[in-house]
Nanobody, 115 residues
Framework: QVQLVESGGGLVQAGGSLRLSCAASRSIFSYNTVGWYRQAPGKQRELVARITSGSITAYADSMKGRVTISRDNAKNTVDLQMNSLKPEDTAIYYC?????????WGQGTQVTVSS
């Protein structure tokens, strides 16, 4: 079992930045794919960014150029740096890690971008 805890969400004005962080209860990020999804009210959950064990990254088209995912294996954390935020980025952001056939999720952190 793995617990994931997100932090760093909050209220920011359009054009601002936020850095989200996800901490795992044990060492799991270094050899699995880990990333972030988000879910806005009334919308489906969508992938924001992910990074594989080989450090290959992928980003949602809507956020390319504005977001960077990074992983610190020693600290068991994965961060999401978001810049030039827009009101449409408002959502709950969830951290996840896929280990084999199991995907673990954090409880989410709210990001609200005001216009």
């Amino acid at each position: 079992q793995v617990q994931l805890v997100e932090s760093g969400g909050g209220l920011v004005q359009a054009g601002g930045s936020l850095r989200l962080s996800c901490a795992a209860s044990r060492s799991i990020f270094s050899y699995n794919t880990v990333g972030w999804y988000r879910q806005a009210p009334g919308k489906q959950r969508e992938l924001v960014a992910r990074i594989t064990s080989g450090s290959i990254t992928a980003y949602a088209d809507s956020m390319k150029g504005r977001v960077t995912i990074s992983r610190d294996n020693a600290k068991n954390t994965v961060d999401l740096q978001m810049n030039s935020l827009k009101p449409e980025d408002t959502a709950i952001y969830y951290c996840y890690v896929t280990a084999g056939s199991t995907t673990y999720w954090g409880q989410g952190t709210q990001v609200t971008v005001s216009s």
